[in-house]
């Protein structure tokens, strides 16, 4: 059957499901309205380390051993890994992944890159290409800080329009069948389990995807990322209600992954313009991991992290429970290189839509 979906999408024959996932956060996310429900929370954002760098393939390390064990599964059962990171080179994954031998696909989006990988594992597993394979992605607010902005001991100022990148990991095993639910780690870290540890009985399947284009507003303000990232999420969603021919109510929840606050009220403009109300579904994980006004994280949140995380750690335990049926996912990414920034560039966005659905 034919799995090619208008000129943006598939939606595949055979639905691949994530079978398990990981969250792996730091002391501030820990802090935040979402703190009780992460697996694993780091006694420091060190995470036993000695460079923030080392401390993020510390976080996908640990990311991918508690999936696997959730999973009741090896590095060896593994067909590929895609995943990657924010940093020069994919320089966290690198040394995050090297010593589990999987198959390795590197994969870069910025922000977007959990939509990314997901994406491309779903699409190996539905193919036939691979029976498991995993979608792992890491981000950390001291490394991120220090390759794109400013030394993190300038202590600069931060606009309202700023977001605060996130410091964790995420790992997504993909399958063709469910797995198990029990949890087991090899981390060092705390394992706290989540409120939704127990609560988990229906499968979720990733029904689609839909891949998105690079999009340039023209946008050269590195603080205001969420203005960079809203006109790409807009086409990503317009175009993937029209290859699935759907509406956006069709969905419980319309998630983006880290537009903030200011990007939120951009994207609900953009897409209102293209006839599209997404105001009374959308949501932003950059929103929902930090209190902004307590924790004084300007926007929200931001990072591969970010999304990734609260993917793993609260809409899939809701799809779960049933308490939402399906979700379309939409991690966004802000493709800001320090480089052609610095040369006068624009900053251009991204994103890529995941469609998630609880069934029994």
Same mark, same amino acid.
């Given at each position: 059957m034919q799995q090619k979906l208008g000129k943006w999408s598939l939606r595949f024959t055979e639905a691949p499901f994530i079978l398990e996932s990981?969250? /792996?956060v730091g002391t501030k996310e820990a802090d935040g309205p979402l703190g009780g429900l992460f697996d694993i929370v780091g006694k420091d954002d060190r995470f036993g380390q000695n460079t923030w $760098?080392? %401390?993020e393939s510390s976080m996908q390390r640990d990311a991918l051993t508690m999936a696997l064990g959730k999973a009741h599964l090896d590095a060896s059962d593994m067909d590929y890994v895609f995943a990657g990171d924010l940093l020069g080179q994919s320089m966290a994954t690198t040394f995050g992944v090297e010593n589990f031998r999987i198959p390795w696909f590197g994969v870069y989006g910025a922000?977007?890159?959990?939509?990314?990988?997901?994406?491309?594992a779903a699409a190996f597993v539905a193919a036939g290409y691979a029976r498991h394979a995993v979608a792992v992605t890491s981000s950390h607010f001291g490394s991120a800080e220090k390759q794109f902005r400013f030394p993190n001991q300038y202590a600069n100022q931060r606009p309202v329009s700023a977001t605060w990148t996130v410091t964790g990991s995420a790992a997504f095993i993909v399958g063709s069948g469910a797995g198990g639910n029990e949890t087991q780690t090899g981390c060092d870290n705390e394992w706290t389990g989540g409120d939704n540890a127990d609560s988990i009985s229906k499968k979720v399947q990733i029904e689609g995807i839909t891949t998105g284009v690079v999009v340039d507003y023209g946008i050269k303000d590195a603080m205001n990322m969420g203005a960079a990232m809203a006109p790409a999420a807009c086409e990503l969603i317009v175009n993937h209600l029209s290859d699935f021919g759907r509406k956006a109510s069709y969905y419980d929840r319309i998630v983006t992954g880290d537009l903030g606050s200011v990007g939120q009220k951009i994207l609900i403009d953009l897409c209102r313009q293209k006839g599209v109300d997404i105001s009374k579904n959308h949501e932003d994980c950059g929103m929902k991991m930090f209190d902004a006004t307590n924790q004084n994280t300007g926007s929200g949140g931001s990072g591969c992290a970010c999304s990734a995380t609260v993917l793993s750690a609260y809409y899939l335990p809701k799809l779960r429970s049933g308490e939402l049926k399906r979700i379309l996912f939409v991690p966004t990414g802000a493709l800001l290189?320090? /480089?052609?920034?610095?040369?006068? $560039?624009s900053v251009p966005g991204? %994103?890529?839509?995941? /469609?998630?659905? %609880?069934?029994?």
């Amino acid at each position: 059957m034919q799995q090619k979906l208008g000129k943006w999408s598939l939606r595949f024959t055979e639905a691949p499901f994530i079978l398990e996932s990981s969250s /792996v956060v730091g002391t501030k996310e820990a802090d935040g309205p979402l703190g009780g429900l992460f697996d694993i929370v780091g006694k420091d954002d060190r995470f036993g380390q000695n460079t923030w $760098e080392k %401390a993020e393939s510390s976080m996908q390390r640990d990311a991918l051993t508690m999936a696997l064990g959730k999973a009741h599964l090896d590095a060896s059962d593994m067909d590929y890994v895609f995943a990657g990171d924010l940093l020069g080179q994919s320089m966290a994954t690198t040394f995050g992944v090297e010593n589990f031998r999987i198959p390795w696909f590197g994969v870069y989006g910025a922000c977007s890159t959990c939509g990314e990988s997901l994406s491309l594992a779903a699409a190996f597993v539905a193919a036939g290409y691979a029976r498991h394979a995993v979608a792992v992605t890491s981000s950390h607010f001291g490394s991120a800080e220090k390759q794109f902005r400013f030394p993190n001991q300038y202590a600069n100022q931060r606009p309202v329009s700023a977001t605060w990148t996130v410091t964790g990991s995420a790992a997504f095993i993909v399958g063709s069948g469910a797995g198990g639910n029990e949890t087991q780690t090899g981390c060092d870290n705390e394992w706290t389990g989540g409120d939704n540890a127990d609560s988990i009985s229906k499968k979720v399947q990733i029904e689609g995807i839909t891949t998105g284009v690079v999009v340039d507003y023209g946008i050269k303000d590195a603080m205001n990322m969420g203005a960079a990232m809203a006109p790409a999420a807009c086409e990503l969603i317009v175009n993937h209600l029209s290859d699935f021919g759907r509406k956006a109510s069709y969905y419980d929840r319309i998630v983006t992954g880290d537009l903030g606050s200011v990007g939120q009220k951009i994207l609900i403009d953009l897409c209102r313009q293209k006839g599209v109300d997404i105001s009374k579904n959308h949501e932003d994980c950059g929103m929902k991991m930090f209190d902004a006004t307590n924790q004084n994280t300007g926007s929200g949140g931001s990072g591969c992290a970010c999304s990734a995380t609260v993917l793993s750690a609260y809409y899939l335990p809701k799809l779960r429970s049933g308490e939402l049926k399906r979700i379309l996912f939409v991690p966004t990414g802000a493709l800001l290189s320090p /480089v052609s920034f610095n040369e006068g $560039e624009s900053v251009p966005g991204i %994103a890529h839509g995941v /469609v998630l659905e %609880a069934v029994m």
